[in-house]
T-cell receptor, first 108, second 112 residues
Framework: KNEVEQSPQNLTAQEGEFITINCSYS?????LHWLQQHPGGGIVSLFM???GKKKHGRLIATINIQEKHSSLHITASHPRDSAVYIC??????????FGKGTKLSVKP | DAGVTQSPTHLIKTRGQQVTLRCSPK?????VSWYQQALGQGPQFIFQYYEEEERQRGNFPDRFSGHQFPNYSSELNVNALLLGDSALYLC???????????FGPGTRLTVL
């Protein structure tokens, strides 16, 4: 079993839909990271959170430390949100353990 | 302010050869981490450098080695290349080991 599991692996949505991507982890963490990777490889850090909830624009990330679970929500999805979204568990030493990613495709 | 830069962008090598990949961190960052991302997979942590020393290492063989220079730039060296080393190699820099990591565009290595 992987230390960081994401679901779903693939997600297709219509423009405007509310999207949720889930992440479960089995390791101790200092922080949970959500990242976005576009075709070609570039990775952008979206959120780093250790408790509660963070919001940035149409993106919301939540974490439940007791249940070792985090979710990334996208409100009013848009085709430009199409990308791979990756969850990563951040250890106390700073190393990141990544999930395999969720490939999101938003259709106009 | 330039972000994290990596060179080269693409590289093709043959089995048994050696390769050196380079990374310049974001201005002000002193910690550099390297990751390997195979096709269709999430990145895997290789190692992290701080103050010119390897501070942490993932589950990679000794064929993978690195270096950090006084200006905080870093190199990743891979010896005796295998077909399985073909991947996107990502460098990330941060202010501190647990801070947000900023990723470079990656170097795509193909081993034939």
């Amino acid at each position: 079993k992987n230390e960081v599991e994401q679901s779903p692996q693939n997600l297709t949505a219509q423009e405007g839909e509310f999207i949720t991507i889930n992440c479960s982890y089995s390791v101790g963490i200092s922080a949970l990271h959500w990242l976005q990777q576009h075709p070609g490889g570039g990775i952008v850090s979206l959120f780093m959170l250790s408790s509660g909830k963070k919001k940035h624009g149409r993106l919301i990330a939540t974490i439940n430390i007791q249940e070792k679970h985090s979710s990334l929500h996208i409100t009013a999805s848009h085709p430009r949100d199409s990308a791979v979204y990756i969850c990563a568990a951040g250890g106390s030493q700073g190393n990141l353990i990544f999930g395999k990613g969720t490939k999101l495709s938003v259709k106009p | 302010d330039a972000g994290v830069t990596q060179s080269p962008t693409h590289l093709i090598k043959t089995r048994g050869q050696q390769v050196t990949l380079r990374c310049s961190p974001k201005s002000g960052h002193d910690t550099v981490s390297w990751y390997q991302q195979a096709l269709g997979q999430g990145p895997q942590f290789i190692f992290q450098y701080y103050e010119e020393e390897e501070r942490q290492r993932g589950n990679f063989p000794d064929r993978f080695s690195g270096h950090q220079f006084p200006n905080y730039s870093s190199e990743l060296n891979v010896n005796a290349l295998l077909l399985g080393d073909s991947a996107l190699y990502l460098c990330a820099s941060s202010l501190d080991r647990t801070d947000t990591q900023y990723f470079g565009p990656g170097t795509r290595l193909t081993v034939l």
